[in-house]
């Protein structure tokens, strides 16, 4: 099994940054696709990016691509969400999450581990 806590979101005015990370506990972290997620009030659940096993390859929602950068930290059991040019309707819950089977997935039903999340508010 693999526990998530996600850290490091807030409140940030438009076309800000913020820094989100997720610590992970087990010894396998190696082995699980980690993504973030974001679920805004009255919206589903929403991909925003991933990362594979081995961290070579990431994936992101085209609403984030080149604003967000995701990575990985093997030997700390980490994953970063770096946020840059926010917008307003980036406002919303952040979770991490792991998945062992499915590399790359977008789907939040692929993923079988989630954090608590944290919230992520941008003004305008």
């Known amino acids: 099994q693999v526990q998530l806590v996600e850290s490091g979101g807030g409140l940030v005015q438009a076309g800000g940054s913020l820094r989100l990370s997720c610590a992970a506990s087990?010894?396998?972290?190696?082995?699980?696709?980690m993504g973030w997620f974001r679920q805004a009030p009255g919206k589903e659940r929403e991909f925003v990016a991933a990362?594979?096993?081995?961290?070579?390859?990431?994936y992101y929602a085209d609403s984030v691509k080149g604003r967000f950068t995701i990575s990985r930290d093997t030997a700390k059991n980490t994953v970063t969400l770096q946020m840059n040019s926010l917008k307003p309707e980036d406002t919303a819950i952040y979770y991490c999450?792991?998945?062992?089977?499915?590399?790359?997935?977008?789907?939040?039903?692929?993923?079988?581990?989630w954090g608590q999340g944290t919230q992520v508010t941008v003004s305008s």
């Open positions: 999450a792991a998945n062992r089977y499915y590399t790359g997935s977008t789907e939040f039903r692929d993923y079988n581990y």
């Open positions: 087990g010894r396998t972290f190696s082995s699980y696709t």
């Open positions: 990362i594979n096993r081995s961290g070579d390859r990431t």
